[in-house]
């Protein structure tokens, strides 16, 4: 017995394996299984840490540094100006002039030369120059008279002080210097008053009053000499005290 074939037709019409069934039927993997691709990143820049500092904080440090410079310059023009400034004559009190205190024929003497100064150590030396600036001395008014009974030659002066309490202690100054020789008075021309020369001086309220003897050639004059006495008690007390000072403030 004879077994038939299929003829090619036959072939043909068996069902070609469908390639796109298998491809589709394939399990496909999940989306967690995908790799990503990993971007390498760049490393972020490095800087060095600085301190911030605020717009406020520099104005306020650069205007702290302008007080301050203020401060100093301030101080050192201060200081310059009172290296330079003349003794100024207290608020309220009107300086002395020459025909104030010595106007000519003075006391019934001979007023040879007088001057009124702002520099009141003109008039002294030595110790007593600190002493008069430490207690405020604005002003001097000096004179050299000639007295006719014998012709003395006088330096008479009187000198303001800043108070009475300074003038008091000038005049205890005046007393310790005089006595050891470290200060004392000078003549109309500058020169220091000789050794051994007369001197008087008084505190007369804010002012100190004072006059040197000497001889007629400018030598010391004799302390023996009751003249001498005479001659310093008038001025000192009678002329300067209660003609010239009485009614000054």
């Known amino acids: 017995m004879r077994y038939a074939t299929p003829n090619r037709s036959a072939h043909r019409a068996t069902p070609a394996l469908d390639l796109m069934f298998l491809v589709r039927s394939l399990p496909r993997p999940s989306a967690g299984q995908h790799r990503q691709h ?8 490095r800087h060095a840490w600085r301190e ?12 702290a540094a302008l007080i301050v410079l203020g401060i100093f310059l301030t101080l050192g023009f201060l200081v310059v ?49 600190s002493a008069l600036s430490a207690y405020g001395c604005s002003q001097a008014v000096r004179a050299n008279l000639t007295v006719p009974d014998g012709d003395y030659q006088v330096t008479a ?8 309490q300074s003038a008091v202690a000038v005049a205890d100054r005046v007393r310790q210097l005089v006595e050891t020789g470290d200060g004392s008075f000078t003549s109309m021309t500058g020169t220091p008053t000789a050794a051994g020369t007369p001197i008087g001086w008084r505190a007369r309220g804010h002012y100190l009053i004072y006059c040197a003897i000497a001889g007629p ?16 008690a008038h001025l000192l007390d009678t002329y300067l005290s209660d003609q010239v000072l009485a009614h000054r403030p």
């Open 38 to 45: 990993t971007r390498t990143q760049a490393a972020p820049r």
């Open 217 to 232: 050639g400018g030598e010391p004059a004799l302390g023996e000499d009751p003249q001498l006495q005479e001659i310093t």
């Open 52 to 63: 911030p500092y605020p717009a406020i904080q520099l104005f306020t440090r650069g205007l």
């Open 157 to 164: 002066g009187i000198l303001d002080l800043a108070d009475a």
């Open 81 to 129: 100006a009172d290296d330079h400034q003349d003794p100024v004559t207290p608020a309220g009190r009107v300086p002395l002039t020459v025909p104030d205190a010595f106007p000519a024929g003075a006391a019934g003497y001979r007023v040879e030369r007088a001057v009124a100064e702002a520099d009141c150590t003109l008039a002294v030396t030595g110790d007593l120059r």
